[in-house]
């Protein structure tokens, strides 16, 4: 999710707020300051209400943060980059760069997030009982309500359905039973569509019934993960179209490089404007030494175009994404929308440049060979 707010970094995993999490967090505290905590004691102010409110939902947004962590952890000690953890209208979800290479892998990673709402789901409910207790009501209506939310939490992730968590257990075991990491895919998914038609019924016919809000939300639910399933049946597609193609059969070849001492006004007059082309190689004796792309250009200011050079915007060498001749497409295009990234180079084993592959290229072939295959 690219339009999110950058908070924080742990483990270097970036933690970000999707817009859209401050329109949930203020319907969640509304919900809880107007409906249910003036249930739990009519005599509380509205400021403690309100207050109590706003504290419930960040604990809440918390819990899902922790889920979140509990696949991240596991996936890094796993051997699975995480690039970051965004909080969104449906809760948060973990961004792992690519897919695990061992179905036991898999499984561990799906299972850590529901087992994390479970512990949390106890240690509210041991904070319920203590408010129970001690006779402290504020106590029981913030964890009571945080107790279950974190169990629901737990089990509907448990739902066997991709590409909720208890979906991607089952895909793991078909995986590990059938050793097809494709078959298991299309398993989970398939089932992961079936359950999202049935939230779907299921909420027309609450809604129906009367129950408008909440027919509304279960059919929102099920149409959210009647995408999120799609998608993965759309990749699924994808990968068969890729599977035995390399780095070499798409590259361009015909790639015009610019030396780093070039200034930005002349490579944009001479060599942007001209070709239509947005992205340079920059190539210092005869080796590849950085990236200089639109979007670099771009960022600089305008009116220092004279004064700086390609190297004082292009991307490093040894921040650069590369690509070997003999890698397969399906993992190059795995990493570059994983990395958000539209150019890889591509290098050979003496650090020379013998091509490039942009996204521009990959879509066009796969459009190519769709067609044939119609």
Request: net charge neutral; charged share 20%; glycine share 10%.
């Amino acid at each position: 999710m690219r339009n999110s707010i950058k908070l924080f970094r742990v483990l270097g995993i970036e933690v970000g707020l999707d817009y859209s999490w401050f329109l949930i967090f203020g319907l969640l505290t509304w919900t809880l300051a107007s409906q249910l905590f003036p249930r739990v004691d009519w005599r509380w102010s509205p400021a403690f209400t309100w207050t109590l409110a706003v504290v419930t939902s960040l604990l809440f947004f918390i819990s899902v943060l922790a889920h979140e962590f509990g696949h991240s952890a596991v996936a890094l000690l796993s051997g699975v980059p995480v690039r970051r953890i965004t909080l969104f209208f449906f809760g948060g979800i973990a961004e792992i760069a690519r897919e695990p290479r061992r179905a036991f892998d898999e499984f561990l990673i799906a299972a850590a997030g529901p087992l994390v709402s479970l512990i949390l789901a106890v240690g509210f409910g041991t904070l319920w009982l203590f408010g129970f207790l001690l006779g402290v009501r504020s106590l029981t209506a913030l964890g009571g309500w945080l107790g279950g939310i974190n169990l629901s939490l737990a089990l509907f992730n448990l739902i066997p359905g991709f590409p909720l968590d208890g979906g991607r257990m089952l895909r793991a075991l078909v995986w590990g039973l059938t050793g097809s990491f494709h078959r298991a895919t299309h398993i989970a998914a398939r089932l992961g569509q079936g359950i999202a038609y049935i939230f779907i019924f299921v909420g027309i016919l609450r809604a129906f019934q009367g129950n408008w809000t909440e027919g509304i939300w279960i059919a929102f639910i099920g149409w959210f993960l009647m995408n999120a399933a799609t998608q993965s049946v759309q990749q699924l597609a994808l990968r068969d179209l890729l599977r035995g193609f390399t780095a070499r059969d798409v590259m361009t070849t015909d790639c015009v490089s610019v030396p780093p001492q070039l200034t930005l006004d002349v490579l944009v007059d001479q060599m942007v404007m001209p070709t239509g082309r947005r992205c340079f190689p920059v190539i210092e004796d005869d080796h590849l030494v950085g990236l200089v792309t639109l979007h670099r250009i771009k960022g600089a200011r305008r009116d220092k175009w004279r004064e700086t050079h390609v190297r004082d915007i292009m991307i490093p060498r040894d921040e650069m994404i590369t690509a070997r001749p003999d890698e397969p497409l399906e993992a190059i295009f795995e990493r570059m929308t994983s990395d958000g990234v539209n150019q890889l180079p591509v290098v050979d084993e003496d650090g020379h440049m013998i091509g490039l592959v942009a996204r521009d290229n990959v879509i066009s072939f796969l459009r190519t060979r769709a067609e044939l295959a119609a």
